[in-house]
């Protein structure tokens, strides 16, 4: 069964520092792999997705994440934090668009 | 575009009511999906529609939860009766046939 952990409950940064959020993933086959992310009361907004290709995936707001196969990973990477970053992150994984499977979370504070 | 609209954003009960939460997708998704979030969680799949067919029910509480999408766009979820444990936040979210989710902002429910 497909299921994703995100080992971080809260990460804290200052704003400019870079930034990694973990996810790890278990999954049968090649997965579709997401990261979303909600601010507090709106909905989840999707940040980019990996299916094939290129490993390093380019997203919207300056993100990027890499999927790594042998570790069964697809941390999410940022490399100076703005304060409007502040939110909630969820990972994702499926089988196609339309079958997704998320993570807890990570809550990330940004420190002034 | 317009996005996922959802109404009520807010709804507090108390346990045994009934409630319902109504969603419109965006214009022309033929895919339409509602979610649980619990506090602390991920989005949980409840029900998926394509058009006003369900796709996959299977994390749906049939005894308490329905779900319907009759003439293929709008659709309504509802909880009888309501248990403390169905406090979360339910999001509505629609994709055309293989795009991504596009999510809305979601009902706040809350059950006293």
């Known amino acids: 069964a497909q299921s994703v952990t995100q080992p971080d409950i809260h990460i804290t940064v200052s704003e400019g520092a870079s930034l990694e959020l973990r996810c790890n993933y278990s999954y049968g086959a090649t997965p579709y792999l997401f990261w979303y992310v909600q601010s507090p009361g709106q909905g989840l907004q999707l940040l980019l997705k990996?299916?094939?290709?290129?490993?390093l995936v380019q997203g919207i707001k300056g993100f990027e994440a890499e999927f790594k196969r042998s570790q069964s990973s697809f941390n999410l990477r940022k490399p100076s934090v703005h304060w409007s970053d502040a939110a909630e992150y969820f990972c994702a994984v499926g089988a196609n668009n339309n079958d997704m499977r998320f993570g807890a979370g990570t809550r990330l504070t940004v420190k002034p | 575009e317009a996005g996922v609209a959802q109404s009520p954003r807010y709804k507090i009960i108390e346990k045994r009511q009934s409630v319902a939460f109504w969603c419109n997708p965006i214009s022309g998704h033929a895919t339409l999906y509602w979610y649980q979030q619990i506090l602390g969680q991920g989005p949980k799949l409840l029900i998926q529609?394509?058009?006003?067919?369900?796709?996959?029910d299977s994390q749906l509480p049939k005894d308490r939860f329905s779900a319907e999408r009759l003439k293929g766009v709008d659709s309504t979820l509802k909880i009888q009766p309501a248990k403390l444990e169905d406090s979360a936040v339910y999001l509505c979210?629609?994709?055309?046939?293989?795009?991504?989710?596009?999510f809305g902002p979601g009902t706040r429910l809350t059950v006293l």
């Open positions: 990996y299916f094939s290709g290129d490993t």
């Open positions: 529609f394509q058009n006003n067919g369900v796709v996959d």
């Open positions: 979210a629609s994709s055309s046939r293989t795009g991504e989710q596009f």
